[in-house]
């Protein structure tokens, strides 16, 4: 008796799974994976922006107090000083960058010893990327 089919013909046809299976399984796991290292790549590059800006955000906090200080000390030496833009070099801070910090100081209306201080510092020196802390006091001369 002679069958119509090979002998192996059901072995094979069970056993048998459609054409570039494997290789569309590989690709769904490479996708899933590449969709993993993006996602926590995109989660690491946002925790490092934030804590840099908060870092920032805190040594500008410094050099507007820092200001303050320098402009207090400027008008008890001389009651004619009226501000300036000081740079801080970054070997100044002890760092890789520096910061700038504008001092405005002017006459508070009708009181001849007060003075109105007014700091703005941005950390870093940079036009793009930076803090900025503003600071503004009421400074009496001890005379």
Not at 45 to 54: G, I, R
Not at 66 to 84: F, I, P, T
Not at 98 to 113: C, D, N, T
Request: hydrophobic share 45%; net charge neutral; proline share 4%.
């Amino acid at each position: 008796m002679q069958f119509p089919f090979p002998p192996n013909y059901r072995r094979t046809q069970s056993a048998r799974r459609p054409r570039g299976f494997v290789l569309i399984v590989f690709l769904v796991c490479l996708a899933v994976a590449a969709a993993l290292i993006v996602g926590t790549a995109r989660i690491a590059l946002t925790s490092h922006k934030a804590a840099q800006t908060a870092a920032w955000s805190v040594q500008a906090r410094w050099l507007a107090e820092s200001g303050v200080e320098r402009a207090a000390a400027k008008l008890a030496a001389d009651a004619a000083y009226a501000g300036e833009t000081w740079t801080v070099s970054a070997a100044e801070l002890g760092g890789q960058e520096g910061g700038a910090v504008r001092i405005e100081v002017k006459l508070v209306a009708g009181e001849e010893k007060r003075r109105t201080i007014r700091v703005e510092a941005d950390f870093p020196e940079d036009p793009l990327h930076y803090a900025r802390q503003e600071k503004e006091i009421v400074w009496e001369s001890g005379e």
